[in-house]
Nanobody, 120 residues
Framework: QLQLVESGGGLVQPGGSLRLSCAFS????????IGWFRQAPGKEREGLSC????????NYAHSVKGRFTISRDNAKNTVYLQMNSLKPEDTAVYHCGACDWYDLRLLGSWGQGTQVTVSS
């Protein structure tokens, strides 16, 4: 079973940047597609990006394409989400989990999440 722990959230001003980390572990975890998701209060979960093991062609949601970059270090069992040009509407709890690369669906459970707040 895949275990996931997110970190790196915080408070940032509009236009700022943050880098989130997702430490993953578990039997054959290095073969999982790992992605990032977010959920704001009162809103549905949104799939943001998904990266396959060894893949250099991640998929992104339209809402974050060009601003967010996902990357993966299998030697460290970590997936990162570099978030630039942050907007107040990016405020949410960010989670990582196994993902479907094509439609950015969450497959299974996600980690406990890390809060990102974009505010001046």
């Amino acid at each position: 079973q895949l275990q996931l722990v997110e970190s790196g959230g915080g408070l940032v001003q509009p236009g700022g940047s943050l880098r989130l980390s997702c430490a993953f572990s578990g039997f054959t975890s290095e073969y999982y597609n790992i992605g990032w998701f977010r959920q704001a209060p009162g809103k549905e979960r949104e799939g943001l990006s998904c990266i396959r093991s060894g893949d250099r062609n991640p998929n992104y949601a339209h809402s974050v394409k060009g601003r967010f970059t996902i990357s993966r270090d299998n030697a460290k069992n970590t997936v990162y989400l570099q978030m630039n040009s942050l907007k107040p509407e990016d405020t949410a709890v960010y989670h990582c989990g196994a993902c479907d690369w094509y439609d950015l669906r969450l497959l299974g459970s996600w980690g406990q999440g890390t809060q990102v707040t974009v505010s001046s």
